[in-house]
């Protein structure tokens, strides 16, 4: 299956700085990306959709301009909190959409290992 | 996609059989039965899915109900590295560019 990774792994920043964490498909080409967040004890939450080469699709009630997304390649997305406070201190999951093999869509999503982001 | 329903938690002793049990009555034809499980402070990885028949797998069988309005992920052997929460999701498509929704799932705990 697909190896997809994450960087950094965990991060702490002072309230008002950004942190810009990085999605890598390491062996897939994906046209689409999924970032998702995670509170304790909680489910995970899409943030929004990354499409290579266009504009990301974010969901209802997510700040487009305060997370900021950009797939650059098929193979590389990423995701900027910008102007970080304690409330965006989360568990932050990327996957990967539209895995191709032997040219069908597979049934598997792919998730990177996740970034722990705290915000001080 | 249509919602499911799990319990929220379940115990088990380590190497007896765990059953995981999950309800989507409004489940429709096309909609897969897929399960996603997330150990401890990790990403969700694949488990299994299914349509109609039962499956087996390395990891676990899923036993899908004849009216398909509810499943049981089945491990047989439960290990303390199965202890994550597991998610039952329902998919319009086998393969698809869609995000998964997830609900709350099942915690599961392994007792030595």
């Known amino acids: 299956g697909a190896v997809v990774s994450q960087h950094p792994s965990w991060v702490i920043c002072k309230s008002g700085t950004s942190v810009k964490i990085e999605c890598r498909s390491l062996d897939f080409q994906a046209t689409t990306m999924f970032w998702y967040r995670q509170f304790p004890k909680q489910s995970l939450m899409l943030m929004a959709t990354s499409n290579e080469g266009s504009k990301a699709t974010y969901e209802q009630g997510v700040e487009k301009d305060k997370f900021l997304i950009n797939h650059a390649s098929l193979t590389l997305s990423t995701l900027t909190v910008t102007s970080a406070h304690p409330e965006d201190s989360s568990f932050y999951i990327c996957s990967l959409g539209g895995v191709t093999s032997g040219g069908s869509l597979t049934y598997e999503q792919y998730f990177g290992p996740g970034t722990r982001l705290t915000v001080t | 996609d249509a919602k499911t329903t799990q319990p929220n938690s379940m115990e088990s002793n380590e190497e007896e059989p765990v059953h995981l049990p999950c309800n989507h009555s409004?489940?429709?034809?096309?909609?897969?039965i897929h399960w996603y499980r997330q150990l401890p402070s990790q990403g969700p990885e694949y488990v299994i899915h299914g349509l109609t028949s039962n499956v087996n797998n390395r990891m676990a069988s899923l036993a899908i109900a004849e009216d398909r309005k509810s499943s049981t992920l089945i491990l047989h052997r439960a290990t303390l590295r199965d202890a994550a929460v597991y998610y039952c999701?329902?998919?319009?498509?086998?393969?698809?560019?869609?995000?998964?929704?997830f609900g709350k799932g099942t915690k599961l705990s392994v007792k030595p």
């Open positions: 999701i329902l998919r319009v498509t086998r393969g698809s560019q869609g995000n998964l929704i």
């Open positions: 409004t489940i429709s034809g096309t909609d897969y």
